[in-house]
């Protein structure tokens, strides 16, 4: 199977080669992230004169609350579900307070020699919390007295190709986004409004892509080595995938996608100690559902079938904005013999808002989600509940744009990434939820102030707990302070339900033998000022 991906992608690279002495383009409308011609997917404006530009994403937050995790080991990275497997758990009595940074550099090498047509890409990541260690190596640290730390790691490193006009192959360690949307050439909030809004799969994964830009949409294919393992043995994650997206009319568009992964490597790999795939200590670590059989050795194939739909998504064509998608899940484990499972789930997403004012910061929304729960596990031999990148990353999708700031992941994080749900499964006990907020621009594109509340249950109860996840309120500040600058100072609270009296949800946190029952953790809260900066 891995040999047969691999060809069809060195197959459409080379047929993709063939047309590269067509329609070329001048270097001025050739430059690797703006082209004079309007491309389907184009936003971020670079001048093209330059053969080396830098980008870089500069994020600073001061942090208080009453979470954090209970191994000490975790202090330079947590990342996964409260209550999980990263020990992340509330107090009454303590409380965090810290600063962290974070700088994403990305730089961009495209020669006049090549005519506009090859740009190399290569973004990095560079974490710490002030005052964590110094002299030393490691990733998310670096910050103490005298730093001196040897801390970079890689993002991305991968070279993209323009064969011909509207064409484009990405070669290496790459952005793999659920969207049809280039994510190289279009800001993060196009990203998380359209499509799957990264709530299936987004992260950094090595292979080849292969895109085409239309007039009215884009069609985007591609492989992807998720985990190698044994270079001589067939016992690789590889996972493929076409998406596409086209516009019926000015204010509506349509899409598709179909993803497929064949997982062959018992969860060998992976993160850290944790593996990988669907019977690894990750899946817990992340919230995803842990698939719990007897066999040591075992392949996993599972499908994503999906569609989506946009309208008037950006507010080019009024003040109504209507989004959504539905996408099911399906495949097998098995062993060599066997089947040990099947695999069935469905998830579902609307998000409709309202521009009331003069700006787009004048907006109320509302954001529901929905996704099969599975009550019996694997009793019936049959999983019904939703499977993401989670399974296989950390994270493996980032469902950050839902406007919750404990109860879902947000996007403000350094080190420290533990929402209540990291994965739309919910543990495979599956999720309805409901986010809405309101914000209003005091001084448009200046001040802006927001408040916005979610509520989510299970649709299956786990034992000794409830459906109720959680209600949360929060509420906060824009200052704009430049353009691509900005300050943020929010505050989130969650008020836990029953869900969380089961031991398996809360983390089996309580010791005593009397307090297990009908126990519950203290509820959530975080308060932070954050300050932003996006300079080209």
Same mark, same amino acid.
């Given at each position: 199977?891995?040999?047969?991906?691999?060809?069809?992608?060195?197959?459409?690279?080379?047929?993709?080669?063939?047309?590269?002495?067509?329609?070329?383009?001048?270097?001025?409308?050739?430059?690797?992230?703006?082209?004079?011609?309007?491309?389907?997917?184009?936003?971020?404006?670079?001048?093209?004169?330059?053969?080396?530009?830098?980008?870089?994403?500069?994020?600073?937050?001061?942090?208080?609350?009453?979470?954090?995790?209970?191994?000490?080991?975790?202090?330079?990275?947590?990342?996964?579900?409260?209550?999980?497997?990263?020990?992340?758990?509330?107090?009454?009595?303590?409380?965090?307070?810290?600063?962290?940074?974070?700088?994403?550099?990305?730089?961009?090498?495209?020669?006049?020699?090549?005519?506009?047509?090859?740009?190399?890409?290569?973004?990095?990541?560079?974490?710490?919390?002030?005052?964590?260690?110094?002299?030393?190596?490691?990733?998310?640290?670096?910050?103490?007295?005298?730093?001196?730390?040897?801390?970079?790691?890689?993002?991305?490193?991968?070279?993209?190709?323009?064969?011909?006009?509207?064409?484009?192959?990405?070669?290496?360690?790459?952005?793999?986004?659920?969207?049809?949307?280039?994510?190289?050439?279009?800001?993060?909030?196009?990203?998380?409004?359209?499509?799957?809004?990264?709530?299936?799969?987004? @992260?950094?994964?090595?292979? !080849? =892509?292969? #895109?085409?830009?239309?007039?009215? &949409? +884009?069609?985007?294919? $591609?492989?992807?080595?998720?985990?190698?393992?044994?270079?001589?043995?067939?016992?690789?994650?590889?996972?493929?995938?076409?998406?596409?997206?086209?516009?019926?009319?000015?204010?509506?568009?349509?899409? @598709?996608?179909?993803?497929? !992964? =064949?997982? #062959?490597?018992?969860?060998?790999? &992976? +993160?850290?100690?944790? $593996?990988?795939?669907?019977?690894?200590?990750?899946?817990?670590?992340?919230?995803?559902?842990?698939?719990?059989?007897?066999?040591?050795?075992?392949?996993?194939?599972?499908?994503?079938?999906?569609?989506?739909?946009?309208?008037?998504?950006?507010?080019?064509?009024?003040?109504?904005?209507?989004?959504?998608?539905?996408?099911?899940?399906?495949?097998?484990?098995?062993?060599?013999?066997?089947?040990?499972?099947?695999?069935?789930?469905?998830?579902?997403?609307?998000?409709?808002?309202?521009?009331?004012?003069?700006?787009?910061?004048?907006?109320?929304?509302?954001?529901?989600?929905?996704?099969?729960?599975?009550?019996?596990?694997?009793?019936?031999?049959?999983?019904?509940?939703?499977?993401?990148?989670?399974?296989?990353?950390?994270?493996?999708?980032?469902?950050?744009?839902?406007?919750?700031?404990?109860?879902?992941?947000?996007?403000?994080?350094?080190?420290?990434?533990?929402?209540?749900?990291?994965?739309?499964?919910?543990?495979?006990?599956?999720?309805?939820?409901?986010?809405?907020?309101?914000?209003?621009?005091?001084?448009?594109?200046?001040?802006?102030?927001?408040?916005?509340?979610?509520?989510?249950?299970?649709?299956?109860?786990?034992?000794?707990?409830?459906?109720?996840?959680?209600?949360?309120?929060?509420?906060?500040?824009?200052?704009?302070?430049?353009?691509?600058?900005?300050?943020?100072?929010?505050?989130?609270?969650?008020?836990?339900?029953?869900?969380?009296?089961?031991?398996?949800?809360?983390?089996?946190?309580?010791?005593?033998?009397?307090?297990?029952?009908?126990?519950?953790?203290?509820?959530?809260?975080?308060?932070?000022?954050?300050?932003?900066?996006?300079?080209?």
């Amino acid at each position: 199977m891995r040999n047969i991906a691999w060809f069809i992608c060195f197959y459409l690279l080379v047929a993709g080669s063939t047309f590269a002495q067509q329609d070329s383009l001048p270097q001025t409308h050739m430059d690797s992230i703006d082209r004079s011609v309007t491309f389907y997917d184009q936003e971020i404006p670079i001048h093209s004169d330059k053969e080396l530009r830098f980008i870089a994403y500069f994020f600073n937050q001061t942090v208080t609350s009453n979470f954090f995790p209970k191994n000490e080991f975790l202090q330079g990275q947590v990342i996964g579900r409260m209550f999980g497997r990263n020990t992340t758990s509330t107090s009454d009595e303590h409380r965090t307070f810290y600063t962290e940074q974070r700088l994403l550099p990305f730089f961009l090498y495209s020669p006049k020699l090549m005519d506009g047509k090859a740009t190399l890409r290569a973004s990095f990541e560079i974490d710490w919390t002030w005052g964590d260690a110094s002299y030393g190596s490691g990733g998310n640290q670096g910050a103490g007295f005298n730093a001196d730390q040897v801390n970079i790691q890689t993002q991305n490193i991968e070279v993209e190709i323009i064969p011909a006009y509207s064409w484009a192959i990405n070669i290496g360690l790459q952005r793999m986004f659920d969207t049809p949307y280039n994510p190289y050439r279009v800001t993060v909030d196009r990203l998380q409004s359209t499509a799957y809004r990264l709530m299936y799969w987004a @992260g950094d994964a090595a292979g !080849i =892509n292969v #895109r085409k830009d239309f007039a009215k &949409g +884009a069609l985007t294919a $591609g492989v992807y080595s998720l985990s190698e393992n044994k270079i001589e043995l067939d016992d690789d994650v590889v996972l493929m995938n076409i998406i596409g997206e086209r516009k019926l009319s000015p204010k509506l568009n349509v899409g @598709g996608s179909f993803y497929y !992964i =064949n997982d #062959r490597s018992s969860g060998r790999g &992976g +993160a850290s100690i944790f $593996g990988q795939g669907p019977k690894s200590l990750l899946t817990e670590y992340m919230g995803a559902y842990r698939f719990n059989f007897a066999a040591e050795d075992y392949v996993a194939n599972v499908m994503w079938t999906g569609a989506f739909f946009g309208y008037n998504d950006q507010y080019a064509f009024g003040n109504h904005k209507l989004t959504g998608f539905v996408n099911v899940n399906s495949g097998h484990v098995k062993d060599d013999s066997t089947r040990i499972a099947d695999i069935l789930g469905l998830g579902a997403n609307l998000r409709y808002a309202y521009r009331y004012g003069k700006s787009d910061n004048d907006e109320v929304y509302v954001d529901a989600i929905y996704t099969t729960g599975d009550e019996d596990g694997l009793d019936d031999d049959t999983y019904n509940g939703v499977i993401t990148g989670n399974t296989w990353g950390a994270p493996g999708n980032l469902p950050i744009n839902t406007g919750s700031y404990i109860l879902f992941p947000s996007g403000n994080v350094v080190n420290r990434y533990t929402p209540l749900i990291a994965d739309i499964s919910n543990m495979g006990y599956g999720l309805f939820a409901v986010n809405a907020g309101v914000r209003k621009a005091l001084k448009p594109n200046k001040y802006i102030l927001s408040a916005g509340g979610a509520y989510s249950r299970a649709m299956a109860e786990p034992v000794g707990g409830g459906y109720e996840v959680g209600i949360e309120a929060n509420a906060g500040f824009y200052w704009k302070i430049k353009t691509l600058m900005e300050i943020e100072v929010r505050a989130a609270h969650v008020w836990l339900g029953d869900f969380y009296d089961s031991p398996h949800t809360n983390g089996d946190s309580f010791l005593d033998a009397e307090d297990r029952l009908n126990a519950r953790p203290a509820n959530p809260w975080t308060a932070f000022v954050a300050f932003k900066w996006l300079m080209f």
